[in-house]
């Protein structure tokens, strides 16, 4: 069983930064590939960004690429999501979730956070 906790969310304007961190309970965090993802009003829920279990793997879907970073520190049971040159389009709740294996298929992710709020005005 893992627990996580979302935390960083927040409003910003266009153009800044936001780091998000999602804290992870229990022993085994350095087993699971980690996403986040994030959910818009009306929208289904999209991948946003994941990493391998050492760190080393790291995807990014199209629209973030570029802008937004990953990592994680296994010693602190954490992963991040650095955004920068954030967009009113990033506006949405973001998750992140633990899985076997590194996928952008929410379904595939066996743990989530409760999500925390990010939302950027123009």
């Known amino acids: 069983q893992v627990q996580l906790v979302e935390s960083g969310g927040g409003l910003v304007q266009a153009g800044g930064s936001l780091r998000l961190s999602c804290a992870a309970s229990?022993?085994?965090?350095?087993?699971?590939?980690m996403g986040w993802f994030r959910q818009a009003p009306g929208m289904e829920r999209e991948f946003v960004a994941g990493?391998?279990?050492?760190?080393?793997?790291?995807y990014y879907a199209d629209s973030v690429k570029g802008r937004f970073t990953i990592s994680r520190e296994n010693a602190k049971n954490t992963v991040y999501l650095q955004m920068n040159s954030l967009k009113p389009e990033d506006t949405a709740v973001y998750y992140c979730?633990?899985?076997?294996?590194?996928?952008?298929?929410?379904?595939?992710?066996?743990?989530w956070g409760q999500g925390t709020q990010v939302t950027v005005s123009s």
């Open positions: 990493i391998s279990r050492s760190g080393v793997g790291l």
């Open positions: 229990g022993r085994t965090f350095s087993t699971y590939a």
């Open positions: 979730a633990a899985s076997r294996g590194i996928t952008a298929r929410d379904y595939d992710y066996d743990y």
